[in-house]
Each structure stands twice: as C-alpha cells, then as structure tokens.
C-alpha cells in the first residue's frame, strides 16, 4: 500500500509540473532573460503558480476531505478566484464570505485551511502586497513535496519584489531541493541561477547551471551550456 501510494504521488508530481512546463516556455529563452532583471523574472511565477493550486485542491480536497465544512469553505473561495473574482475569492471581511482567508482563519488546522492560505499569499503577491504574501505563504505546510518546492518558490518572489535580493536567492535554492521530483528540482535550479546571475554573482550561478547540465539535460535541451558560457562575461 505505501509504495502504491508513492507512486500515485509521484505521478501527481510528474502530471502538475509538466503542466507547469507549459505555461513557463518563455522563461526558457535566453535573449529575453537579458532583457530583465530578477525582481521582473520573479512575478510571472507568482501569477502562473494559482492556475497549478486549482489542480491540486481537486485532487487533494474533493477525492479526500477531511474536514466537510473546511472544505466547502474552500471551494467556494476557488470558485471565485476561477471566475476571475479575486477580492471575493480573498474574503476575510464578512461570515457570509469567508474567502481565503476567512477559511484560514477557521480550519487553519486542516489542509484545506492550510491550502486556503497558499492561495490568500498568491492574491495578495499580486495585488503587490509582497510582505502580507510572504507570511501567508510563510504559514502553509504539506507532506506533499511539489507543493512545499512551489511555496518556497513563490516566497522567493515575494522576497525579490520587496528588495531582498540575496534573500531570495537563498529561498529558490531551497526551492530547489524541497520535492524529489527531477522536474521541479531542475525548474527551480535553473531558476536559482538566473537570480544568482541577475545579481553578479556569477560563481553561484555557474554553480546552479553546472548541476543542470549534469543532472537535468533532460529538461534543458542543451541551454545550460549557454548559460554557463553567460557567467564568463554577463
């Protein structure tokens, strides 16, 4: 029974991050990353990061609830958040709106709470409220390792966006080494070395893009090589 249900976790995994793959083909170009500095790099993955949360609240909260009410709670604040109403889907200003964060407020002890407040971080990270982001985010746990890599990624963001740069470098390369998942290890490597490298410190980067080319050619289709060439003169 336990190794059946690695394996379904495990290819929960694989499912979620080749989805995020897709979206996040752009951060892969090059020429454009010169173009941009780390705090730009940073928001793209807080905004992308909701549309993942909607597949695994399915997958962890409606096959299994723990708690009826927790759950209900959440649903209707991804509902709101689906339908494009952030403010409702935030909440926290009235009983008959819970929202986010009325439901973490509630059932904080239960993974639908915990989860509710993942998504309140994400809403506020992009309302700009980066400090009020980070400490929501701050307060999610889960066994499940993919959504611990994609917590510490987005508190990466928030760090960056409030000029915390070294900080944030410190928490993607956390990120990077949260989930067993080759895919998410090598999105978050790749993504230590491109704020390593947006900082000047071009020997830390070499250091992230060194661990892909060894570990993560899968993934990278040869683009390590490049970017190791970048820490020589960017």
């Given at each position: 029974?336990?190794d059946?249900?690695?394996?379904?976790?495990?290819?929960e995994?694989?499912?979620?991050?080749?989805?995020?793959?897709?979206?996040?083909?752009?951060?892969?170009n090059?020429?454009?990353?010169?173009?941009?500095?780390?705090?730009?790099?940073?928001?793209g993955?807080?905004?992308?990061?909701?549309a993942?949360?909607?597949?695994f609240?399915?997958?962890?909260?409606?096959l299994?609830?723990?708690?009826?009410?927790?759950?209900?709670?959440y649903?209707?604040?991804?509902?709101?958040?689906?339908?494009?109403?952030?403010?409702?889907?935030?909440?926290?200003?009235?009983?008959?709106?819970?929202?986010?964060l009325?439901?973490?407020?509630?059932?904080?002890?239960?993974?639908?709470?915990?989860?509710?407040?993942?998504n309140?971080?994400?809403?506020e990270?992009?309302k700009?409220?980066?400090?009020?982001?980070?400490d929501?985010?701050?307060?999610?746990?889960?066994?499940?390792?993919?959504?611990v890599?994609l917590?510490?990624?987005?508190?990466?963001?928030c760090?960056?966006?409030?000029?915390?740069?070294?900080?944030?470098?410190?928490?993607?390369?956390?990120a990077?080494?949260?989930?067993?998942?080759?895919?998410?290890s090598?999105?978050?490597?790749k993504?230590?070395?491109?704020l390593?490298?947006?900082?000047?410190?071009?020997?830390?980067?070499k250091?992230?893009?060194?661990?892909?080319?060894?570990?993560?050619?899968?993934?990278?289709?040869?683009?390590?090589?490049?970017?190791i060439?970048?820490?020589?003169?960017?």
């Amino acid at each position: 029974m336990a190794d059946l249900h690695n394996k379904k976790n495990e290819q929960e995994g694989k499912e979620t991050v080749e989805f995020f793959r897709d979206l996040d083909k752009e951060a892969l170009n090059i020429e454009g990353f010169l173009e941009k500095n780390a705090k730009v790099l940073s928001i793209g993955f807080g905004i992308l990061i909701v549309a993942v949360l909607g597949w695994f609240g399915y997958q962890q909260f409606i096959l299994g609830p723990k708690n009826e009410e927790a759950t209900k709670s959440y649903l209707s604040a991804q509902k709101n958040l689906a339908e494009g109403k952030e403010d409702l889907a935030l909440g926290g200003k009235s009983v008959a709106n819970p929202g986010f964060l009325g439901t973490f407020d509630q059932y904080g002890s239960t993974k639908a709470g915990k989860l509710a407040a993942y998504n309140a971080g994400l809403i506020e990270f992009k309302k700009g409220n980066y400090q009020k982001a980070y400490d929501l985010l701050d307060k999610f746990s889960s066994g499940n390792k993919v959504l611990v890599a994609l917590k510490y990624g987005a508190m990466a963001d928030c760090l960056s966006n409030l000029n915390k740069s070294d900080d944030a470098l410190a928490m993607a390369d956390k990120a990077s080494s949260a989930s067993d998942d080759a895919y998410t290890s090598y999105y978050f490597t790749k993504k230590a070395g491109m704020l390593a490298l947006a900082l000047k410190k071009n020997a830390d980067a070499k250091k992230y893009f060194a661990a892909i080319d060894e570990k993560y050619q899968d993934y990278d289709n040869g683009q390590s090589d490049a970017f190791i060439e970048m820490t020589k003169y960017y």
